[in-house]
């Protein structure tokens, strides 16, 4: 079972900027789409970036600009780099890693907190 684990998360100015990595147990070519989504208090977990196989990135209007989202192939490793952000940015950002076979796989969360 592949294993996804968040890091680099954690409490920045708005304005500032912060770089998720999610790091997987299993070869990114596992996978047909790699993404991050973002989690508010009270609210429903929402898509932020994601990106295909083949290389195609799709962002998030709220995000559009600001966020990007790479793969390292060697290092199995999914990022976002955040900049820009704001305090409307924070919440719990997951990893979203689906297979071929059509399976999500998630890895446990990372907290961002955008401060004034």
């Known amino acids: 079972q592949v294993q996804l684990v968040e890091s680099g998360g954690g409490l920045v100015q708005a304005g500032g900027s912060l770089r998720l990595s999610c790091a997987s147990t299993?070869?990114?070519?596992?996978?047909?789409?790699m993404g991050w989504y973002r989690q508010a208090p009270g609210t429903p977990r929402e898509p932020g970036a994601v990106r295909t196989s083949g290389g195609s990135t799709s962002y998030a209007d709220s995000v559009k600009g600001r966020f990007t989202i790479s793969t390292n192939n060697t290092k199995n490793t999914v990022y976002l780099q955040m900049n820009s952000l704001k305090i409307e940015d924070t919440g719990v950002y997951f990893c979203?890693?689906?297979?071929?076979?059509?399976?999500?796989?998630w890895g446990q969360g990372t907290q961002v907190t955008v401060s004034s």
């Open positions: 979203n890693c689906r297979d071929w076979g059509n399976n999500d796989h």
């Open positions: 299993g070869s990114l070519f596992s996978f047909n789409t």
